[in-house]
């Protein structure tokens, strides 16, 4: 019982755990705590404890800036994550065929994630911008009728935002499921082929659901990546025109320092808070179902 123990906490691992372990605690945990606790409160400039329920609650649903945002985020996420899901696993696929100079076009596709989401936002700014990027290039080489201004149309901005969000974020999706395509035995590949079984088939059917481990590693990211999108907006369209490109952290940062209202920012943010959650929670459960049956399977 006694080796058990000490098999399952060593005890330098967790003495070495206990900065990082305070810091969370006491950073995330009670943060978020305080966060959800000022959210039932009338707090303005400076957080306060005059408890009114769920009133913060029901302004913040009767306020359309944060309807537009809340719309414009499960828009985001839907396209950003299937996309970038989609395109990751073809490079990854494109990757696994051994090419040459596999290397350098790695490095190429994974060069956007290495960036912050304040030079993303940047670069797809000035790529779009009517006076400096492609519309103006274009027109300089003869084009002088070319139009292209995604950023200045609010029927098109956010679709410029979910461009520049599949460039930052398939390189590592690619990285994460060629990852788990390394790991498929080349048996199976070989048994496969002897049954004639078309290529697109064989991933569709027998290694995509192998790598269920990548693919949730994956998709977690992405979720995690899209709550975190208030640097893209800020520095591509500052949440404009208008409100077209409004976020939920957009929102949430705006109404605090801006407008004052402590209470129903963190209102905001707890319900900002819950899908991430719901996905934690799913992934816990996976990675529970998958210890059982290894358990079980042992």
């Known amino acids: 019982m006694q080796k058990s123990w000490r098999r399952r906490f060593h005890l330098p691992a967790v003495i070495g755990t206990i900065p990082m372990i305070l810091v969370a605690v006491g950073v995330f945990v009670i943060g978020i705590g305080f966060s959800v606790l000022w959210s039932f409160t009338s707090s303005k400039l400076f957080p306060t404890y005059d408890f009114v329920g769920l009133a913060q609650y029901r302004r913040l649903w009767a306020d359309n800036r944060w309807l537009v945002s809340v719309n414009n985020i499960w828009f985001f996420g839907l396209m950003s994550i299937t996309c970038n899901m989609v395109f990751g696993y073809l490079l990854a696929v494109f990757m696994d065929q051994r090419i040459r100079q596999e290397d350098l076009f790695r490095s190429i596709f994974l060069y956007p994630f290495a960036m912050s989401l304040i030079v993303t936002g940047l670069v797809w700014q000035w790529a779009l911008d009517p006076n400096l990027g492609l519309q103006e290039a274009l027109r300089n080489w003869g084009w002088s009728s070319f139009s ?6 609010a029927e098109t901005a956010l679709y410029a935002l979910v461009v520049a969000g599949i460039w930052q974020g398939s390189g590592v999706t690619m990285a994460i ?37 990548a693919f949730a590693t994956a998709f977690v990211l992405q979720c995690v990546s899209v709550v975190r999108v208030y640097d893209l907006v800020i520095a591509m369209t500052g949440g404009g025109p208008g409100i077209a490109t409004s976020m939920p952290a957009v929102y949430v940062i705006q109404l605090i320092t801006v407008r004052q209202n402590v209470g129903q920012g963190m ?32």
């Open 177 to 213: 499921l060629l990852a788990g395509l390394r790991g498929i035995d080349e048996d199976i590949w070989k048994a496969a082929r002897v049954d004639g079984i078309p290529t697109w088939r064989t991933h569709m059917s027998i290694v995509a659901p192998m790598m269920k481990g």
């Open 148 to 153: 292209f201004a995604p950023l200045v149309s």
């Open 267 to 298: 209102a905001a943010a707890t319900m900002m808070l819950l899908p991430v959650l719901v996905v934690l929670a799913f992934s816990g459960i996976l990675l529970w179902r998958r210890n059982r049956l290894r358990e079980a399977g042992a």
